[in-house]
């Protein structure tokens, strides 16, 4: 259980073992917690998946709705991400709307998926300009063990390649189909805690760290998304570092979503 | 669900007196509960009820946000329940609504009645009840997911508090509905009891029912929640149980 604060021994303690490549969790700084992923978790979702990295635990459904296309995409259905940090996850999250945190979690999400290609608009389109699917990911956040980030895509991506379109319960089709899922981008967040850059942060190694960084990478060998968060500056070489990395667990972490690795 | 209308109502009890999952009229759905689920929180607990999926964690004593709720002479008891977008057939706006506010209040009320909040005063304990997946029963499911997560952060209780549904269907009484049953039923009673006293501290109801009924309806949902009852404290013992993990050693 980690508390509403981390207490400044404990940084220290964690920036003084990472100064030796080491972990509270005796992990190596380019080693990430178990992950493991359990698609279908919910049934009166459209897909959903729960997704487990170390104590993190997220849970993704999608719903897809038909609806209205946007006046300026007439041939393409509308996709919306949306990620909530409910108190029940941690001592940190307050009820209410969703706060700065929670917003960048489904934007960080959104542009991962949106801009790897993972869902093809065009096909969403039902009748140009009049009807089109709406496509909503939903994140739900059970357990905030750290690294939201990457917890949330993964389930998120995890879900959409087991989901279905319901066309026959809204009587667009004959019969319902699976989503056609493109490229799956795979996000990896990492830490600076002093000259050592670790991945897959826990809550203590967040509050510790000195900058946070996400990149998101597809199968295609293409960086697709990335975000800097947190208090904290990284060299070129730091990125550059933190790109080749993403790289390779994402591979495997892609591996995981369709359910082929782990 | 956008296809289903008046003219689908499906055969709710056979004459020889099955429900449309098989069950008897006082039989329960099958019942599964975790306690300590969560790393974060203080205590937590996860149902599977049918096919409700409801998770619930527990934070506090703690401090009382937004602070002029504080209450100088006892603890304040702070519940939500909240459902997930993706847990209706028809996906839910994400936030606020009446529905889960009142269910909040109600469900807030029920603890208040059985805390000891007297020990803990200007202190907020914080009950969160999410619905990942929603088949009729949820306040009951969340109720009982909540009492088990207090039950495991050591908030010092009357009793815990088992919950059911009692409803009428095709004319009959019967326990704990599922939706075909709750959506084309005629009557649903949802209540808590606290099993020491025999007292009822959750109760509403919509519908239909004569006098005679209600009567016939609550004698059934104290013996159903008797029976979850035990539920609830076989899922307590299991998490403390000698060498489980978090358990004694």
Not at chain 1, 16 to 21: H, I, P, R, V
Request: include cysteine; glycine fraction near 10%; proline fraction near 6%.
């Amino acid at each position: 259980m980690s508390g509403e604060v981390t207490a400044e021994i404990l940084t220290s303690h964690i920036l003084d073992l990472a100064s030796s490549g080491k972990r509270l969790d005796g992990r190596t700084a380019d080693e990430y917690r178990p992950i493991s992923v359990e698609p279908g978790f919910v049934v009166t979702a459209d897909g959903s998946a729960l997704a487990h990295i170390g104590d993190t635990a997220v849970l993704s459904g999608i719903k897809l709705e038909p609806g209205k296309p946007f006046p300026d995409t007439p041939n393409a259905g509308v996709l919306t991400t949306n990620a909530e940090l409910v108190p029940l996850s941690s001592p940190m999250f307050e009820p209410g709307p969703p706060q700065p945190g929670a917003i960048e979690v489904s934007r960080v999400v959104d542009r991962a998926i949106r801009a790897a290609e993972t869902i093809d608009l065009t096909r969403l389109c039902v009748t140009p300009g009049e009807k089109s699917w709406v496509c909503y990911t939903d994140i739900h956040v059970l357990d905030h063990g750290g690294n939201l980030i990457d917890a949330a895509l993964l389930a998120a991506v995890t879900a959409l390649l087991h989901a279905t379109v319901p066309a026959k319960r809204f009587g667009i089709a004959e019969a319902d189909y699976a989503l056609e899922v493109g490229h799956v981008p795979i996000e990896c967040t990492f830490v600076r805690l002093g000259d050592t850059i670790v991945v897959d942060p826990t809550v203590d190694e967040e509050r510790a760290g000195q900058g946070r960084l996400t990149v998101a990478t597809d199968e295609a060998g293409r960086v697709v998304a990335m975000q800097k968060g947190l208090v904290g500056a990284f060299s070129p070489d730091d990125v550059k570092d933190v790109v080749r990395r993403a790289f390779r667990h994402g591979e495997r972490m892609r591996a995981i979503a369709r359910g082929t690795g782990r | 669900m956008g296809s289903v209308g008046a003219k689908d109502v499906p055969v709710l009890l056979t004459p020889d007196g099955r429900r449309i999952d098989g069950r008897k009229l006082d039989e329960l759905r099958p019942i599964r509960i975790r306690a300590g689920v969560s790393h974060q929180a203080d205590g937590s607990a996860f149902v599977e009820w049918g096919a409700n999926k409801v998770m619930a964690a527990v934070y506090g004593p703690r401090e009382v946000h937004p602070r002029h709720l504080q209450q100088n002479n006892k603890a304040v008891i702070q519940c939500k329940y909240n459902m997930a977008a993706f847990s209706v057939d028809e996906r839910k706006r994400p936030g606020l609504d009446r529905r889960s506010q009142e269910i909040s209040k109600v469900i807030g009320e029920a603890f208040d009645s059985v805390i000891f909040t007297e020990e803990f005063p200007r202190t907020s304990i914080d009950v969160y009840i999410e619905v990942l997946q929603a088949n009729a029963g949820t306040r009951c499911a969340g109720l009982v997911a909540a009492s088990v997560a207090l039950a495991d952060a050591g908030i010092p209780m009357v009793d815990l508090l088992p919950a059911v549904a009692v409803g009428k269907v095709a004319g009959a009484i019967a326990l704990d509905l599922k939706k075909e049953e709750d959506n084309f039923g005629e009557a649903d009673l949802p209540m808590a009891l606290v099993p020491q006293s025999g007292r009822l501290v959750l109760l509403q109801m919509e519908g239909h029912m004569t006098e005679e009924e209600l009567g016939q309806a609550l004698d059934l949902g104290v013996r159903g929640c008797r029976d979850i009852y035990e539920v609830m404290k076989a899922a307590l013992r299991e998490r403390y149980a000698v060498g489980a993990p978090g358990g004694a050693a």
